[in-house]
């Protein structure tokens, strides 16, 4: 029906908003018409709503755009709702697997996603200099200065950024001897609350059993950020915290929540240096990248960090499985077919295509214990946790004042560390990966220049689990 642009979808569509009778006789004459078994009916009536949900979409995005400069915020409309731009789409390859408008089922999990995908977003990144060649197929530009170490993470096909690096910004010498002075402890608490299903009870264990910590970080000077995975967790920790110590504790909202007493908008975390608060109960990947929160000499507002949570994105989730679809054809393919008669090149978008197809179910198939999941995947999410982790110790490493206390990360969730060689070991999987990159001919040495006080800060902190 969707091939031959059937009038049969127009009719279901006219009618979908109607009456229930009407509905179900639309799709009985589809049923007659196409012989749909009766095991197949739901299946049937589902993507047909998909295929007229996609079709409403694409009109309400259009409309969404006339009204935006008027009623919206940028960031008030949801992606799924916002119509991509069109000079830039005319500019950005396709999706490998094909631009699509779809639903993943999860069984396990028992959850629908429904996604659209339109094209290789990196790409706005890399090939801008590809924009213009010259007669042997040069690129002229226009160049693009891209300066995240952050993105040159071999190995997480979501994170890294696949192009020679020309130059390293390093840090002064009396800046890197502070950051050295960093320390990452390991608080063997016994409460897991990543993989918990009852993640409430565990935090709030998690509030009580560790009170004296908190105490002691709000009486000492400079401010601590404790982390957690989502609004609601932050809601939790700060509620019970309160409650512990008596003492004012705030939290961070969406920007699109009303400002209460103790909570700070998103969009004001930068100039949150004239809020009063010793506590700050953030999650992880509102907060990871994008602010300087500092004070008035530009130094870091914070000097503690508390993990009550392993940062931790969902195998299977949508976004993630996109991302390292489009890394692993933009890193092993897609470059390929510099110099290469057009025969040769189409081969290789083929194989591109059969790999993107080939990645994607590969991921797709794993259950949801990571110990399971393919060695593809586990790489990707301990790279994508290592770059995770220190974006978020990121909010404490702007330095101005090397006299200041250097700042000290605590991981509280037992989820961190394993206790079986069967269960995943994020911390040593992530030591064994830096270990193993440092010792390659090819990018070791800039490896080790990026994350090696990510390292030794890890394993000085060993000596106080």
Sequence with gaps: MLQERSKDLLNVAEVYTGEKRRIAESYKKIFKKYNVKKEHYLAVQFLLALAITEKYLLSLQYELEEMQEDLFKDSSIINIFRKMNGELAKLLPKAPAGNRFGFLYDSEENSLQIFKQQAIGRSAMIDMPYLKIDKTGKPQGPNVLLLSGSSYSPGSNTHHIARPVNYLLDALDDVKLFISKSKIIHVATNIRVSGNLKKKEALLKLCESQEH?????????????????????????????????????????????????????RSKLNSSKNLNYKILVAPATAISRGFNIVNEEGHSLFNKMFFFVRPMSKPREIGNVVSIVNGVVTERRMYQNDGQEATKMFENLVKCQKEAYITWNKILRYSYGIEHTSELEKTNIVVSRLILLMQLMGRLLRVTDVQATPPTIYLLDAAFKSKTNVQFDLLKEIETYLEEEFTYQKDGELMEKLYMPFLAGLKKGREHV
């Design 213 to 265: 910590l908190f105490l002691e970080a709000y009486q000492a000077q400079g401010r601590s950020l404790i982390i957690v995975n989502n609004y609601e967790q932050a809601h939790i920790v700060q509620k019970k915290l309160k409650e512990l110590l008596g003492i004012k504790v705030s939290r961070l909202i969406r920007d699109a929540d009303v400002e209460t007493e103790n909570t700070v908008q």
